[in-house]
């Protein structure tokens, strides 16, 4: 019997119709798995997994009164999933919200020496300088409107001297965020949610907490800089790069925001470097026919 359900199955698989729906089934279950490594979900997930393999071994071996105590759990476990993993399920949303609709978007494009980008650089490397607190969050796909409303509204043109005055500790709006939205500070003084997530460092303070807490809700990548140790951090979907220079500060933002334009940005540096080192090659050509000629 367990041989002709076998062959039954083998002789389905011919179907292109049934291809397709093993290859979406395993793109959905990679998907997932990429979703939950390296986060707090993979422990839970474990635990359900656990309690799964214990019911089918009350059922399975005829315990009773385990099976008993475990039968109502099937019926609950499709809400528990939503409790413990609405931050992963509400990234996994966002970030196919955005897959599916930003191909039919214009997206705004920051460009090296005038764009928001190297005004948040230069701002944070400043403020990092002088150990001055900091949190810049960037508006991308999901409308921080909440946020903005809950802060004290500017809707000004983003630039290095309007940050740095921002966060002077002698201002009154240096406490909380700014919200950037496009090329303008949408807000200062904005407070944020705070990350939940048990396995962070005990020596991340409430800024860096609030930053990654904005990242886990929605799409928004922030900035950070410690007033304790001058450190910049990165967070981005709940995850910190911590000790970033202005270089990496800037090749993060760009891996982010404008994954095209950090390529763009690499081949125009080369092409400046190779232009330098023409130049100094010409100049050194000169000089030594110049000593020859004076010589002769």
């Excluded at 290859?23 to 993979?42: N, S």
């Excluded at 944070?124 to 508006?139: D, F, R």
């Amino acid at each position: 019997m367990l041989q002709q359900t076998y062959n039954q199955y083998l002789g389905s698989l011919r179907e292109p119709r049934n291809l397709v729906d093993i290859a979406l089934v395993f793109l959905l279950v990679y998907a997932l798995l990429r979703l939950i490594r390296g986060t707090r979900a993979v422990p839970m997930a474990a635990g359900i997994g656990g309690l799964a393999l214990l019911y089918w071994t009350a059922a399975r071996y005829d315990l009773a009164t385990l099976e008993f105590l475990l039968r109502p759990a099937p019926v609950y476990i499709g809400v528990a999933i939503i409790v413990l993993f609405q931050n992963e399920i509400r990234q996994a949303l966002i970030s196919f919200g955005n897959r599916v609709r930003m191909p039919f978007l214009i997206r705004h494009r920051g460009q090296f020496g005038e764009g928001v980008y190297d005004e948040i650089v230069l701002a944070a490397t400043t403020l990092a300088s002088t150990k001055t607190g900091a949190l810049i969050v960037v508006e991308r796909g999901v409308n921080l409107r909440n946020v903005i409303e809950g802060g004290v509204k500017m809707d000004a043109e983003l630039s290095y001297d309007l940050l740095v005055t921002i966060f002077n500790p002698a201002t009154p709006l240096h406490d909380g965020a700014v919200v950037i939205r496009g090329h303008r500070a949408a807000a200062a003084s904005c407070f944020l949610p705070l990350t939940l997530n048990p396995m962070l460092s005990k020596d991340l303070g409430t800024r860096h907490r609030a930053a990654i807490g904005i990242t886990e809700d929605t799409d928004a990548v922030a900035v950070v800089v410690s007033e304790e140790t001058g450190l910049i951090s990165f967070m981005q979907g709940g995850q910190i790069r911590r000790g970033l220079d202005g270089t990496r500060l800037r090749a993060a933002i760009l891996d982010a925001l404008e994954p095209g334009a950090r390529a763009s940005a690499e081949e125009e540096e080369k092409q400046a470097e190779n232009e330098t080192s023409k130049t100094e090659a010409r100049g050194q050509r000169l000089e030594v026919s110049e000593k020859t000629s004076t010589n002769l």
